[in-house]
C-alpha cells in the first residue's frame, strides 16, 4: 500500500485549505493526519476508519478540521477551517488496517505536504 498526500500550500489566517490522501491497494484501512513542526515530535491531528463510521481528532482542531472519509474509498480529505499560524506545518498521511491512531501508531506513512499560515 502506497500513500499519496497533497493539498498543501500557502493560506491566510482564517483560511481554510484541504488536504487529500490517496492509498493505493487494500482499502480498509483507517486513515488519517499528522502533523510535524522542526524540533517538535510528530503529533496526531484526525483519523477516520475505513468507513467513515468513526471519526477522532486532536483537541486542538476539533470543530475547525473535518476529516471526510467515504465508505469503501481509498482517499481520506482533511478539511481545515479557521487556519491559526500554529496550524503550520508538514502534514503526513498515514493508515493502519488496526490501528484508529488514538494510543497507537499507524504503520503506513506518506510524504509529507507543507501547510503554511500567515498571519
Known amino acids: 500500500v502506497q500513500l499519496q498526500a497533497s493539498g498543501g500550500g500557502l493560506v491566510q489566517a482564517g483560511g481554510s485549505l484541504s488536504l487529500t490522501c490517496l492509498a493505493s491497494g487494500y482499502t480498509r484501512f483507517t486513515m488519517g493526519w499528522f502533523r510535524q513542526t522542526p524540533g517538535h515530535e510528530r503529533e496526531f491531528v484526525a483519523s477516520?476508519?475505513?468507513?467513515?463510521?468513526?471519526?477522532y481528532y486532536a483537541d486542538s482542531v476539533k470543530g475547525r478540521f473535518t476529516i471526510e472519509r467515504t465508505s469503501g474509498k481509498n482517499k481520506a480529505d482533511l478539511h481545515m477551517n479557521s487556519l491559526k499560524p500554529e496550524d503550520a506545518a508538514v502534514y503526513y498521511c498515514?493508515?493502519?488496517?488496526?490501528?484508529?491512531?488514538?494510543?497507537?501508531?499507524?504503520?503506513?506513512w506518506g510524504q509529507g505536504t507543507q501547510v503554511t499560515v500567515s498571519s
Open positions: 498515514a493508515a493502519d488496517p488496526e490501528c484508529a491512531f488514538v494510543g497507537c501508531s499507524p504503520s503506513l
Open positions: 477516520a476508519t475505513w468507513n467513515g463510521g468513526a471519526t
